[in-house]
């Protein structure tokens, strides 16, 4: 009785804190960071951008999201992942960034997609349910992989939209520069592997000379600090976006960005040193600049 109450979510979560304060610590700055505004008000200007931007009436998409099979499929499964005896993992991306990425991927209709960071298929089943109702794309997914005893990467992918995927196991590092060299020309790349300064600036500038000439480029925990330090930087998201000259927004975690013929299509351009972030200036300086994005 005594293990299935320290077993739920709240007491692991509690329990995490106690072995883990610095986790605590990024955990109650990202929740402060959220809160600045609420989530209907992210959700309007999200819907008033992609309706701007597509040319769509993305109330509708909206709606259609939330009458769909796969939205009441998505929230058992959440709660068969709560209920998991075994271990398993936080980080399935939140409710609004999921519905954003579903609603992005819908008005935009990319045909080739590659996403990084799969865990349980959170996200990933969000951009695999868009492409099925568009009726034509595939996704590309790379994640490290998992332990025998945890929830499987599919966990949140219906059995229906699996043909559109490809699942590789590796280390993104190494799996992301050939998989683009297959795939030529992608249509969207996001981002939801590890969130370093490094490693996202890698991923985005890997992934950058890849995209299509009106490709998109998002990421997900763009709020998030990866680290104590992290707290008094900017994110790699909006300040990649800068240097390349894409216009970009954000909606609470979820972050956005438009190539457009203005953003420089090699990789030459380096203006900023990337691996270095101490050289910019903290976030509590600069942050309004980008959460009140350009678009
Ligand atoms: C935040 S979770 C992804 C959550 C997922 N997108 C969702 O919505 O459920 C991060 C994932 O990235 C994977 N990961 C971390 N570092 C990686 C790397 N270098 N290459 C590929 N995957 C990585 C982890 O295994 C983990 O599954």
């Known amino acids: 009785m005594l293990r299935q109450i320290l077993s739920r979510p709240f007491f692991r979560m509690a329990g995490k804190a106690i072995r883990h304060p610095s986790r605590a610590v990024l955990r109650l700055v990202l929740k402060a960071r959220l809160r600045r505004s609420s989530v209907d008000e992210e959700r309007g200007r999200l819907l008033a951008l992609l309706s701007r931007q597509f040319g769509v009436e993305a109330p509708g998409l909206l709606a259609e999201y939330r009458r769909s099979e796969f939205h009441t499929w998505f929230q058992q499964r959440r709660a068969a992942l709560d209920r998991f005896d075994g271990p398993y993992r936080f980080g399935t991306t939140g409710v609004f960034e999921c519905e954003a990425l579903y609603l992005l991927v819908r008005a935009a209709r990319p045909r080739v997609v590659v996403d990084t960071g799969v865990l349980y298929g959170g996200s990933t089943a969000h951009i695999l349910e868009a492409l099925a109702r568009n009726g034509v794309g595939k996704l590309h997914s ?134 270095d972030p101490a050289h910019l200036p903290p976030t509590w300086a600069r942050s309004r600049s980008w959460v009140e994005s350009p678009i």
């Open 142 to 275: 790379i994640d490290i992989g998992r332990s025998p005893d945890e929830p499987p990467h599919d966990h949140f992918v219906r059995p229906e939209v699996q043909s559109r995927w490809e699942l590789v196991i590796g280390d993104s590092r190494r799996e992301l520069p050939p998989l683009l060299r297959r795939c030529e020309t992608i249509d969207m790349f996001h981002h939801d592997s590890l969130h370093t300064w490094d490693h996202m600036t890698w991923e985005f500038e890997t992934a950058f000379p890849h995209l299509s000439a009106d490709g998109i480029l998002s990421s997900d925990d763009i709020q998030n600090p990866p680290d104590l330090p992290g707290i008094f930087r900017e994110n790699a998201f909006p300040a990649f976006c800068r240097r390349r000259a894409m216009q970009y927004a954000s909606f609470r975690n979820m972050g956005m960005a438009f190539r457009t013929s203005g953003s420089p299509a090699t990789t030459e351009a380096q203006p900023e040193r990337v691996s």
